[in-house]
């Protein structure tokens, strides 16, 4: 709650307010704050792999080393927020929705990669790939956080390892 927040950072709930002049202006800032954390942990990093499937795999793992991290009590705080803006019209569901919508292109991007380098089938789609990617994280973030499956993580990996299979040139 903004009295939580306010208590927690020291000031009181009008100085919070005078600073962010809203609670939509906070949660706001906050999630450009979090995807941008985001994108220097599990995006920027691939910057130097040449190869799709290596970036795909680099993508995934820092995807995991991202959910787990100790500054994110609680889990994966975009997932979050999209499950609570979803038909919430306004300036914080767009920017969910756009930033969905960069991530999900940049693992499409990262599978046409793989595919110009002749690692993965020429007949995939390159979206599907990026929409099943994407999906194995709330699965793997629902079991490991709200179930406490040791497994989550392994069973995530068999998944990905699965989709990769699926796409690879059978001659690799």
């Known amino acids: ?34 995807a941008k954390k985001f994108n220097k942990i599990v995006i920027k990093p691939l910057i130097k792999i040449d190869s799709g499937e290596s970036k795909l ?10 959910s787990n991290a100790d500054f994110m009590p609680g889990g994966w705080m975009l997932y979050t927020a999209v499950i609570e803006f979803d038909e919430r019209p306004g300036p914080v569901r767009d920017f969910l929705v756009s930033n969905q919508k960069r991530w999900i292109d940049h693992i499409a991007k990262v599978a046409q990669l793989g595919v110009n380098n002749g690692e993965f089938r020429e007949d995939i789609d390159c979206q599907l790939v990026a929409f099943e990617l994407q999906a194995i994280f709330p699965s793997y973030q629902f079991s490991s956080r709200l179930l406490k ?14 989709l990769i299979e699926s796409i690879r040139l059978k001659n690799n």
């Open 1 to 34: 709650t903004i009295g939580k927040l306010a208590n927690s950072v020291g000031i009181s709930k009008s100085g919070l307010f005078a600073h962010f002049n809203s609670k939509e202006q906070l949660q706001l800032d906050l999630l450009k704050a979090v």
């Open 149 to 162: 499956d040791p497994e989550a993580e392994n069973r995530a990996w068999k998944m990905i390892d699965k």
């Open 57 to 66: 795999r680099e993508l995934a793992k820092n995807t995991f080393k991202w």
